[in-house]
Nanobody
Framework: QVQLVESGGGLVQPGGSLRLSCAVTERTFSPRVMAWFRQAPGKVREDVAVFRWTDGYTDYAESVKGRFSMSRDFVNHILYLEMNSLKAEDTAVYYC???????????????WGQGTQVTVSS
């Protein structure tokens, strides 16, 4: 059973930074695509960034370009999301997902983590 486990969320002041991690617990599972989504209260889940595991190709939502970046631990199957210059509007539950297709569509992802809360507030 493939599980994705996120960590690293928390409370940070505007302008601050956080790094989220997403670990794939099933070591025999080789993801093709992993992504980060987020969902704020009362809003739909939206894409943040997509990562193609095979070659490291990435795509970022316009709202986070230049502030967020992804990296990976290839051996341990961990995907990171480095978030800088955080704003109040970045407050949301952040979810990690894995799927077969490079896409920003929620429905195309088969596996999801439990989510980690990120709160940006002074």
């Amino acid at each position: 059973q493939v599980q994705l486990v996120e960590s690293g969320g928390g409370l940070v002041q505007p302008g601050g930074s956080l790094r989220l991690s997403c670990a794939v617990t099933e070591r025999t599972f080789s993801p093709r695509v992993m992504a980060w989504f987020r969902q704020a209260p009362g809003k739909v889940r939206e894409d943040v960034a997509v990562f193609r595991w095979t070659d490291g190709y990435t795509d970022y939502a316009e709202s986070v370009k230049g502030r967020f970046s992804m990296s990976r631990d290839f051996v341990n199957h961990i995907l990171y999301l480095e978030m800088n210059s955080l704003k109040a509007e970045d407050t949301a539950v952040y979810y990690c997902a894995a799927g077969p297709t490079f896409s920003r569509l929620v429905d195309l992802y088969d596996y999801w983590g439990q989510g980690t809360q990120v709160t940006v507030s002074s």
